[in-house]
Structure formats: structure tokens, C-alpha cells
């Protein structure tokens, strides 16, 4: 083999390796999950909710320089609302135990 080849040949060796130790640490994530405390749980809400509003607005509005504030704004509507059903459902199990 000439040393062009060898160094593909080594390249190539080292990008499979890489994705081996990738699948390997998304596989081991559902065998051991990452413990979240309750803020860090509450916190993944976040970019869900951006998610959702982004897509929801992108297909609604007709002009997209209106698309920053619209977003936002349903941002903010469905992050305080969330967290608004998430307290009253705690409410309501603390009243009942």
C-alpha cells in the first residue's frame, strides 16, 4: 500500500471507531439515564416549548418579519401556562394526601 492509502485507510478506521463510541453512549443512555434534579426537569420544558411555537408560527404568519415577536409571545403563552397546570395539578395532589 502506498501512504495515501494508508492514511485513508487510517482516516476511516478512526471515523467508524467514532461512531461506534457514539452509538455506544446514546445506548447507554437508556440503559443508565442521567438523573435530573426538579429545576433541571423543569428546565427541559424550555426548548420544547420554542420548538413547538417556531413551527406553529412559521406555518401560520404570511409575513415573516412578524415571525420573532409572534413566536415569543406563544412562547411565553405556553411555558406560563404549563407551568401554571403543573402547579395547580400539585396543589391538588397536596390537598388530597
Not at 415573516?64 to 391538588?92: D, H, K, Q, S
Request: some cysteine.
Amino acid at each position: 500500500r502506498g501512504p495515501r492509502e494508508q492514511t485513508t485507510s487510517t482516516v476511516t478506521d478512526r471515523t467508524v471507531q467514532g461512531r461506534r463510541n457514539v452509538i455506544q453512549l446514546l445506548a447507554q443512555l437508556f440503559v443508565s439515564p442521567i438523573h435530573l434534579a426538579g429545576v433541571q426537569k423543569a428546565m427541559l420544558i424550555l426548548p420544547l416549548c420554542l420548538a413547538i411555537s417556531i413551527i406553529y408560527k412559521v406555518t401560520r404568519l404570511e409575513n415573516l418579519r412578524e415571525l420573532p415577536g409572534a413566536v415569543v409571545g406563544l412562547w411565553v403563552t405556553i411555558v406560563v401556562g404549563m407551568y401554571a397546570v403543573g402547579f395547580g395539578l400539585w396543589l391538588v395532589y397536596h390537598v388530597m394526601v
